[in-house]
């Protein structure tokens, strides 16, 4: 149980272009889902808190308006990542809350980005 | 400010040894701590977690040892094995209304050698 998907795996885009980046829980619904960015050996940094059917919560030093995120359902939220640039090539991975055991995160596989 | 301090950066064990990776943190208010297992291009798959009321938890070859008042902590690896190389992250977390984010160590790439 606690299966967390992420769709695409991975993905090549031109720059200027815009990804979306897919985080489902698969057989548990999820009131908060956390979005992280991982660049080669290094710790993941959070970059935004996204609740069910509320604005997510960015933290310090990531734009907003360059990743949006939706978080519609309890099972589903998405990472767009706008006018994508080379150096938003990174690995993008999302983890999903258990609603009654909100201290554990069950992160996706994530999803490998690679802007040209 | 780095709140979540791991040591070493890289571990070469071999096959059947202990593997010890150890984690400090600064924040009292943090009140869970769980140890994760990432494999290159995958996700963090979680491996055991701790709350500060307890001393030691113990799941199969897994281990962490929590030390409240020297504010560490650390994963034992009994019987080490090849399939257990991988890149370990310790992290910690506090209730934020409701909301439990995690601050990562930076990580032990733990290699077992036959």
């Known amino acids: 149980g606690a299966v967390v998907s992420q769709h695409p795996s991975w993905v090549i885009c031109k720059s200027g272009t815009s990804v979306k980046i897919e985080c489902r829980s698969l057989d548990f619904q999820a009131t908060t889902m956390f979005w992280y960015r991982q660049f080669p050996k290094q710790s993941l940094m959070l970059m935004a808190t996204s609740n069910e059917g509320s604005k997510a919560t960015y933290e310090q030093g990531v734009e907003k308006d360059k990743f949006l995120i939706n978080h519609a359902s309890l099972t589903l939220s998405t990472l767009t990542v706008t006018s994508a640039h080379p150096e938003d090539s990174s690995f993008y991975i999302c983890s999903a809350q258990l609603a009654g055991r909100q201290e554990t995160q069950y992160f996706g596989p994530g999803t490998r980005l690679l802007v040209l | 400010q780095q709140q979540v301090k791991q040591s070493p950066q890289s571990l070469i064990v071999q096959k059947g040894g202990i593997s010890i990776i150890n984690c400090a943190y600064e924040n009292t208010a943090f009140d869970y701590f769980p140890w994760y297992q990432q494999f290159p291009g995958k996700g963090p798959a979680l491996l055991i977690a701790?709350?500060?009321?307890?001393s030691e938890k113990k799941e199969g070859r897994f281990t962490i040892s929590f030390n409240k008042s020297a504010k560490q902590f650390s994963l034992h690896i009994m019987d080490s094995q090849p399939g257990d190389s991988a890149t370990y992250f310790c992290a910690a977390s506090i209730n934020g209304a409701g909301s439990y984010q995690l601050t990562f160590g930076k990580g032990t790439k733990l290699s077992v050698i036959p």
């Open positions: 701790i709350r500060p009321d307890v």
